[in-house]
């Protein structure tokens, strides 16, 4: 059994994704800001623990993730207000890295987005712009970590039924639409290789079983 902690717990991806590791019977701990949102992580089988990830320290954060296997970043701010972005998906997820670096949790899954990176392309005009800079800039830091990291770029999320079914680096003609089940049922996948440890890992709903589009990566 493994110890993994997900930082974000209440997000459609994270509720996925729980339910999932927790039914293989790995022991989840589910970081939530909402005391309120309790229930619906210890539905899942995980354990709810209420962590403000946006104000908490680089130490506070370590002592949440010390013990685990593995963290899984799966927060956001969920746009909107641009000072809020960069503090959630920038500041907090690198200091997330620190801690799990200090916590002594080498395993760290980043769930970002297909086209993540300093060339996104989103105007400065669009308000996903400050969203597009803050992955980038968490991603670019998870990379230059010692951590054992994968990096998920799934496409635009969807929350269709999971068909298990994914395409690495879709081609940019197709939907690239991703399910939210299928990008939990790929995090289980990486977890489970750790050969998939420093890749940068894009993908969409597809024609391949996950193992099979993910085997080229091992």
């Known amino acids: 059994m493994t110890r993994i902690a ?4 209440h997000g459609k991806v994270a509720l996925h994704l729980s339910s999932l590791l927790t039914d293989e019977g790995h022991s989840v701990t589910s970081f939530i800001r909402n005391p309120d949102h309790a229930g619906d992580v210890a539905e899942t089988g995980a354990r709810p623990s209420v962590l403000d990830v946006e104000n908490a320290t680089t130490a506070e954060i370590a002592a949440a993730l010390k013990g685990h296997d593995a963290v899984v970043w799966s927060a956001g701010a969920g746009g909107g ?6 503090a ?25 987005y ?28 998870l990379r230059s970590t010692g951590l054992e990291w994968t990096i998920l770029g799934p496409g635009a999320l969807t929350d269709k039924p999971g068909s ?20 939990a049922s790929v995090a289980v996948a990486v977890l489970e290789m750790p050969e998939t440890a420093g890749k940068t890992i894009e993908f969409s ?13 091992a």
């Open 114 to 141: 297909l086209g993540a990176g300093k060339n996104h392309g989103v105007p400065e005009s669009n308000s996903f712009f400050a969203y597009a800079e803050a992955k980038a800039a968490a991603d670019d830091y």
């Open 81 to 86: 207000d641009p000072a809020r972005t960069y």
């Open 164 to 183: 298990g079914l994914i395409d690495v680096d879709p081609s940019p003609e197709g939907s690239r639409e991703t399910s939210r089940s299928n990008t």
């Open 88 to 112: 959630v998906d920038r500041d907090a997820a690198i200091r997330s890295m620190d801690a799990a670096a200090e916590a002594g949790v080498a395993r760290y899954v980043m769930v970002s």
């Open 6 to 9: 997900i930082i974000g717990g």
């Open 205 to 217: 709903d597809g024609s391949l079983p996950i193992a099979a589009a993910l085997e080229p990566l």
